[in-house]
């Protein structure tokens, strides 16, 4: 098994009238903070469900910690801790009350376990709040007590389903504050999520999109893969720069977001003044044009725009 | 999934409005709040807020979850009562006129109240006699409102089958059928994927360039980056307040320097062990390091790394993300 901690082979998933997970081989290392990235319905859910070994896929296979996830799931309960969407808190036991619950699940040893919980709490910026029914906190700490939970039993690899959507900025940053104290202790960690600037957390990502991983790399080289040089600026009349701007040479995509304009050229230097020109010669004013570097969303898009191209 | 019923979309028509203003005259702002406080018992939610919204803008209101956004969306709609200060949205006063405000605007809730058991097209029924639009208008503004959202040919689809991006912008669409002025959007595109929330954004743009004020909460920065004004609040008070570059200039506090070298785990622990950084983050492979005069602290870092035997590649200062920003206030102004 070498280095890697996670492999799949052809790993697909069938529902009745959909394909949720089409044929996905990667491979993980230990260590990593794997990000799995991906629209609603892109099969992320199903494919941590499976690696998880709670659903059976229905074609290729998947090993985990060195098992099968269909013959051997038991050992993989072991060594993993899987934090799902809707992660199962009591609401009326204290904080306390549930990491010592989720303890005895795991059979978590007697003289080991006082130390343990009094770590997690501390690690997960908990201690104050230990007597606080879960139902109290916020939705930001019940995300780390979750944590905490999924960490009982020392997992060596964590799958983590969306663990910040609907968390707000300053709880998403001390998340993955407390990911990357995890990350630095060796613990390898399989995260799925719809914020693509969180991918630029991870040492590496796949891109998913209709049960297929699109494009798998380091973040870096994922924003490396968008054809062309990025423009960014924000004129006025919006759709009416966009037109004007489509139809001059070495353009090769406009995206629109909100009163911003990107625009991919073959070549920045050379097309933003004739972009500047043409904008002026139809009388639309322009703020700010520059150079940017393109971000994870503008890969993302970019990619499965031609995705949906190369079908049509 | 295609958005060609968003480009199609026919601008909206919009009547001059004649609010008359109490005192002044002509007045540019679409929504002024002074003082604002909402007490709930021993709790204030909202703390002295005070801000102005001027008209065809889009405001953004962020801050974390339990700052008071939702409080006081709900003050503005004249849902709730303030415990103190004032606010007019359209010209209304918010506690004697509540009534004329709800008939202006349009409110779209964190979760899109929409009926899952009804249609697309009965939920816009119920939604428009809601609001007294009937008839051929009623008719006319479903039409306008299906072709925006891009809904042609799901009208007799059961809400619930609708992925989120299409609930988002039915929800949407329900509360504009009555062309209201100004739009209350709490949240709108939490949980939404990147290429409906950018649909979504491509749709509030459309509506303010027709001309609507729009006040939208949201939780995403990059979303806050397309606001044309911001205000921050954090423990019920307005913590910075201008246009996102404003806020970035400005209310940054401390540098973030950007360090590209081997081993960052090795270093990213060096780093926190230093003490003397307001955050240390991992990026990847790169590594924030967010200080008050960041620079001078370039040489102790290069050589505690070099200590390490972590070798540094390139260490330079970058600009702060709208989300930088925010939490360096917060947590600067954390009790």
Redesign the interface.
């Given at each position: 098994m070498g280095n890697d901690v996670i492999e799949t082979h052809n790993l697909t998933k069938r529902f009745k009238h959909v394909t949720a997970v089409d044929g996905l081989n990667l491979s993980i290392r230990r260590?990593e903070i794997f990000g799995l990235l991906?629209?609603?319905?892109a099969g992320k859910t199903t494919t941590i469900r499976m690696l998880c070994a709670i659903m059976d896929p229905s074609e290729g296979s998947a090993r985990v910690a060195g098992f099968d996830t269909v013959r051997e799931p038991e050992e993989i309960k072991k060594r993993i801790g899987y934090m799902p969407q809707q992660f199962s808190l009591y609401g009326d036991l204290t904080v306390l009350e549930n990491l010592t619950f989720f303890a005895d699940v795991f059979q978590v040893e007697r003289q080991e376990r006082e130390e343990r919980i009094a770590r997690l709490l501390d690690f997960a910026r908990l201690t104050e709040f230990q007597k606080r029914r879960a139902a109290h906190l916020?939705?930001?700490m019940q995300k780390k007590l979750a944590l905490a939970c999924t960490l009982i039993h020392r997992p060596e690899i964590i799958f983590l389903d969306e663990p910040t959507?609907?968390?707000?900025?300053?709880?998403r940053?001390e998340f993955?504050?407390i990911l990357?104290e995890l990350?630095?202790q060796g613990v390898t960690l399989f995260v799925s999520t719809?914020?693509?600037?969180e991918a630029?957390?991870?040492?590496r990502v796949a891109l998913m999109f209709e049960g297929s991983v699109i494009v798998c790399d380091?973040?870096?080289r994922i924003k490396g893969l968008v054809e062309g040089e990025l423009l960014e600026l924000r004129p006025e009349r919006?759709r009416e720069a966009s037109r004007v701007i489509g139809e001059l040479p070495g353009v090769l995509e406009v995206?629109?977001?909100?009163?911003?304009l990107h625009v991919f050229v073959d070549d920045a230097a050379r097309r933003a003044p004739a972009i500047q020109e043409a904008l002026a010669g139809a009388g639309i004013a322009v703020q700010g044009l520059r150079q940017t570097r393109p971000r994870m969303?503008d890969a993302?898009?970019s990619l499965?725009r031609k995705r949906?191209g190369e079908r049509e | 999934?295609t958005f060609d019923g968003l480009r199609q979309a026919p601008s909206v028509k919009r009547q001059a409005s004649n609010v008359t203003w109490g005192s002044s005259t002509v007045n540019d702002y679409a929504v002024e709040v002074f003082n604002l406080i909402k007490k709930f018992g021993d709790f204030t939610a909202v703390n002295g807020v005070t801000f102005n919204i001027r008209r065809g803008e889009?405001f953004g209101f962020l801050?974390?979850?339990?700052?008071g956004k939702t409080t006081t969306i709900r003050m503005l709609l004249g849902l709730l009562r303030p415990t103190g200060g004032q606010a007019t949205v359209l010209g209304y006063d918010i506690v004697h006129q509540a009534e004329e405000i709800r008939k202006h605007i349009g409110y779209m809730s964190q979760r899109f109240s929409l009926y899952q058991d009804l249609t697309v097209s009965e939920n816009l029924d119920f939604y428009g006699r809601t609001y007294g639009v009937r008839g051929g208008r009623l008719q006319e503004r479903k039409r306008f409102v299906i072709e925006m959202a891009g809904l042609q040919g799901r009208e007799r689809e059961l809400t619930r089958n609708l992925?989120?991006?299409w609930k988002q912008r039915l929800a949407l669409g329900a509360a504009i059928l009555h062309e209201p002025e100004m739009l209350f959007l709490d949240e709108p595109t939490?949980?939404?994927?990147?290429?409906?929330r950018?649909a979504f954004?491509?749709l509030?743009?459309r509506l303010a360039?027709d001309g609507t004020t729009i006040f939208v909460t949201t939780?995403?920065?990059?979303?806050a980056?397309?606001c044309?004004d911001l205000a921050f609040i954090h423990n019920g008070r307005i913590i910075a307040q201008g246009s996102p570059e404003e806020i970035k200039l400005h209310k940054m506090q401390g540098q973030v320097l950007e360090i590209d070298c081997t081993q960052p785990?090795v270093a990213?622990?060096v780093l926190r062990q230093m003490g003397l950084f307001d955050?240390v983050?991992?990026?990847?492979?790169l590594i924030h390091v967010v200080a008050e005069g960041i620079a001078e602290h370039k040489p102790s870092i290069a050589q505690a790394l070099a200590e390490v035997g972590v070798q540094v590649r390139a260490m330079d200062i970058i600009a702060p993300s709208l989300?930088d920003v925010?939490?360096a206030n917060?947590?600067n102004n954390a009790d």
């Open positions: 260590g991906g629209p609603d319905g916020s939705g930001g959507t609907g968390v707000d900025p300053v709880s940053r993955w504050d990357t990350h630095v719809p914020y693509m600037d630029e957390r991870c040492s380091v973040p870096e919006l995206q629109t977001y909100g009163d911003l969303e993302f898009i499965i949906l | 999934m889009i801050g974390p979850n339990g700052a992925s989120g991006g939490a949980g939404v994927d990147p290429i409906s950018r954004w491509d509030l743009y360039e939780h995403y920065m990059d979303e980056e397309h044309q785990d990213i622990t955050e983050a991992l990026y990847g492979a989300e925010f939490i917060v947590r």
